[in-house]
């Protein structure tokens, strides 16, 4: 019998069954048929320490056991009041408010309303968005608008907002980015961007001084700075959070995906005093309007402090940084390798673009390559024809070379 279940960016007719997965354990899930996959994207960028971490399953049964679930307007728990402290104790300076939503996409949402709440509260008419070119911020219509537009929100374009687009921070073209800024921000709300990598984009990356160079615009012009942290943050680029790199506070922060592990859905939208200072008051119209059912679910909180601990306990850091040096080793091999453009990488994060005369998304390379790797056990999603490794920080030499190893055998195969 067929399945009803609706996938998300999976084109049905093309891919008429799926693997049912049903373990994970370390960097490894395992399909119903037995076979083991390399889990080499993270399952979509959001597990850092690898499945089912002890201290994460362990703090997850503990708190189903008191309270799985409460409402989170005009109450609270220790779950989410522990996990705000530890979360402001390691955040940049500055952010002094956590509010919470369920996934990316929300966090962003939450972002873009308080931008907007705080400049009407505060009587100016400011509201329009900026945003970098080739920018990922989610699936919901507020950060699709804020997103770089294609076949991916074709459909949807009428609901989305316009916004002013920065063209992108590549090598050398720096300047023409902040000249865009610097046009735009005066009359901006606020400017978002993914710190030091667009992701979805095509893991395009750029400089630390740019980061902090948009971040000094903003601040001369009073606009906004959004930093969504919602793949980078948790250890991705090798530093705790991106924005640490360019030694920059964003004035909102977007986490989500590895802000539990990756084990369960939660984000956070942190804030500084006075964006909570401009909602703060006894006239109910400004309060900030948002909510959702799950708001701060109690266990998922719980695990997302787990993670903490972790970090706090575990030299993560420096797992960190050893796994950057292990795909700096292997990816250099590429960088003479014709078939390949693009050699790049950021931390525990590589990719490279595969030499191919129609690179486009509609070209159905990127599921062709995925089901390559797929036969041999390995999990990688490319974009288009970027080939990308994102793994959890528990993953091992033997196994990056498994990776590496598919990689030079698709380049045979397609390029
Ligand atoms: C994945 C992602 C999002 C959206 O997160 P979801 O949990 O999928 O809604 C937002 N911003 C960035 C930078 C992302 O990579």
Redesign the pocket.
């Known amino acids: 019998m067929s399945s009803p279940v609706w996938h998300p960016f999976a084109q049905h007719a093309l891919i008429p069954e799926f693997p049912i997965i049903t373990h994970g354990e370390g960097a490894w899930l395992e399909r119903a048929d037995g076979k083991r996959i390399l889990d080499a994207i993270s399952s979509w960028?959001v597990i850092t320490h690898g499945h089912r971490h002890p201290r994460i399953v362990a703090a997850v049964k503990d708190q189903i056991d008191r309270l799985d679930q409460a409402i989170f307007a005009n109450f609270t728990h220790q779950p989410a009041e522990d996990l705000a402290h530890g979360l402001l104790a390691i955040a940049p300076p500055g952010l002094a408010h956590v509010f919470y939503s369920d996934?990316?996409?929300t966090a962003?949402e939450v972002a873009l309303k308080m931008a907007l709440g705080y400049w009407r509260n505060r009587g100016e008419k400011r509201s329009r968005i900026i945003a970098l070119e080739h920018a990922?911020?989610?699936?919901t219509v507020g950060?699709m608008s804020a997103g770089a537009r294609g076949v991916f929100n074709a459909a949807y374009e009428p609901l989305l907002f316009d916004v002013a687009r920065l063209p992108f921070p590549s090598p050398g073209r720096e300047q023409q980015t902040l000249d865009a800024l610097e046009r735009e921000a005066p009359q901006a709300a606020a400017l978002i961007v993914?710190p030091l990598i667009c992701?979805?984009g095509g893991m395009l990356i750029y400089s630390p001084g740019t980061l902090r160079e948009m971040k000094r615009i903003c601040e001369r012009h009073g606009t906004l700075f959004i930093a969504?942290e919602?793949?980078t943050g948790f250890g991705r680029t090798g530093t705790l959070f991106a924005c640490g790199q360019a030694d920059i506070a964003p004035d909102i922060l977007c986490l989500?995906?590895g802000l539990t592990g990756g084990s369960l859905p939660l984000?956070a939208t942190l804030a500084t005093r006075a964006i909570f200072d401009a909602h703060y008051s006894t006239d109910r119209s400004r309060t900030f309007f948002h909510s959702s059912s799950f708001t701060a679910n109690p266990v998922a909180c719980a695990a997302a402090t787990a993670n903490l601990a972790i970090w706090r306990d575990e030299n993560v850091l420096d797992r960190i940084a050893a796994l950057g040096a292990m795909q700096a080793e292997r990816l250099n091999l590429f960088r003479t390798d014709g078939r390949f453009a693009d050699v790049r990488r950021l931390g525990t994060i590589t990719a490279l673009d595969l030499n191919v005369p129609d690179p486009g998304y509609l070209a159905g390379l990127g599921p062709k390559l995925m089901a390559f790797f797929l036969d041999r056990g390995l999990l990688l999603r490319p974009l288009g024809n970027t080939i990308y490794i994102m793994p959890p920080y528990c993953v091992t030499a033997q196994e990056l070379d498994l990776l590496y190893d598919a990689i030079r055998e698709a380049a045979a195969k397609f390029a």
């Open positions: 960028w996934s990316g996409s962003v990922y911020h989610g699936d950060p993914e992701g979805a969504d919602v793949m989500a995906k984000a």
